[in-house]
């Protein structure tokens, strides 16, 4: 036997170790790019909400008076912005705010109104409420 046990023991640590440190270096590498592109879209998040926030506090509040119709409503959204992709989202962010979906027709196996106007009224809607009302 060329070497004993004790130096084949001490080879195979040693190639371990290396292996060891190969692994852990790639595995912080990956961990750095990760970071990295959690930071970048953090950025691109951020970008947007600041995109939308004249809007979106625009549409959150919006007064009563411009609630009683689809046209009032519209035309309280037009005064904010010509843009479609905001007014898209104006609506949007009024539903998600002022409309909420009717559990107890859903739970009671009743149907709702899909109407835009009596979703508007009533301010509950099941699925095909809130989509009416954002077309």
Known sequence: EIMSRQEKDSIGTARLSMASVVLIQMMFRSFLKRKRQQKSLALKQRSKRTEFKHVDDYAVMAPANACCSLES????????TDNDRLLARAVFMWIATHVEYDTK????GTRSSAAALDVLCQRKAMCGGFTDLFH
């Open 73 to 80: 409503l519209a035309k309280y959204f037009k005064a904010a």
């Open 105 to 108: 027709a859903y739970f009671s």
